[in-house]
């Protein structure tokens, strides 16, 4: 939509949001709904601008949280593009964990009530057991968290790490409470302009429920998305030399920067991800630990949602 913003002028800005879960198909997500001509998503998927806007962090993990856009004229240049019929999105997985953060920005940049009360919000959610399990595996397979998962996800280690301004993403924990997440968007917002699903649903038909998104935005619900390719997966390098080269600055990498445009670079690096990359199954030690710590939560978010959630704490 078209926004007016003090200082500068009137610039192209999401109409909705892909808030999250991480580690729950919002990258796929936002590849399928790129594709719709309806629809403009960025090149740049995660942006983090509604997170930390104007509060740029400097963090002191290992992963320092690269690419975090925090002022507005940079953020706007992501949509410069967008044609006047599209409707335009961000996919930020950070927005449902920074909730309140988040949700402050959103009321601070759309001032207008008739532009702020036409935002809608896209949540899918994953099992938390399974998704605190990817999640450590995106960072362990770049060695940004070489801890031992049992101690990655101890409460006491996450406490430690975030006092000393680790950043957001390594509480596993944390970004599994929805809970409390959800309800804030809804209370917000309202339910009929929060459309929530399963990561299960989106893996058992990717396809409906990019139909039932086109519906909940008001676009052409017949377009069909390529849905057969996956990405972002997580999981380990096959070779200790293919780990070196995914962390390690390199002149192929150089160049192939300057040769290939964004776009094609990224589904490159993720159709090459699913070969390169071996899935790493949790021990059971580990669990049961956070099926004892989440089974609350559980509860909590099927009550919530009016859904069985049973079958993740099976």
Request: aromatic share 14%.
């Amino acid at each position: 939509m078209r926004v007016s913003i003090d200082d500068f002028g009137i610039v192209n800005l999401p109409d909705f949001f892909i808030v999250g879960a991480p580690k729950s198909g919002t990258t796929s997500l936002h590849y399928y709904l790129q594709g719709h001509p309806q629809i403009f998503m960025p090149d740049k998927k995660e942006s983090w601008f509604f997170s930390f806007m104007n509060n740029r962090p400097s963090f002191n993990s290992p992963d320092k949280f690269p690419g975090i856009i925090d002022n507005i004229d940079e953020y706007a240049q992501l949509y410069r593009s967008a044609f006047h019929n599209q409707q335009c999105g961000d996919a930020s997985p950070s927005y449902l964990y920074t909730h309140e953060a988040s949700i402050g920005n959103f009321k601070r940049v759309y001032q207008d009530p008739g532009q702020y009360n036409r935002l809608k919000f896209i949540i899918s959610l994953r099992n938390p057991i399974d998704r605190a399990w990817s999640q450590y595996w995106t960072f362990n397979r770049t060695s940004s968290d070489i801890a031992p998962f049992q101690d990655a996800v101890h409460p006491d280690t996450i406490k430690k790490r975030l006092g000393d301004n680790w950043q957001p993403f390594y509480d596993y924990i944390g970004f599994g409470m929805y809970h409390d997440q959800i309800k804030a968007y809804q209370n917000e917002f309202g339910k009929d302009r929060v459309k929530i699903f399963l990561f299960d649903d989106l893996k058992k038909d990717a396809g409906q429920i990019c139909k039932e998104i086109f519906l909940f935005l008001g676009v052409d619900p017949d377009y069909t998305p390529n849905t057969n390719q996956i990405y972002n997966p997580s999981g380990k390098p096959k070779s200790e030399l293919l780990k070196k080269f995914i962390i390690s600055p390199n002149i192929l990498k150089s160049v192939l920067k300057k040769m290939i445009p964004k776009r094609k670079r990224q589904q490159l690096k993720h159709m090459a991800a699913r070969k390169l990359i071996t899935k790493v199954e949790m021990p059971d030690a580990a669990r049961a630990t956070l099926k004892k710590q989440f089974e609350p939560e559980i509860h909590r978010l099927a009550l919530l949602l009016e859904r069985d959630l049973g079958h993740w704490l099976s």
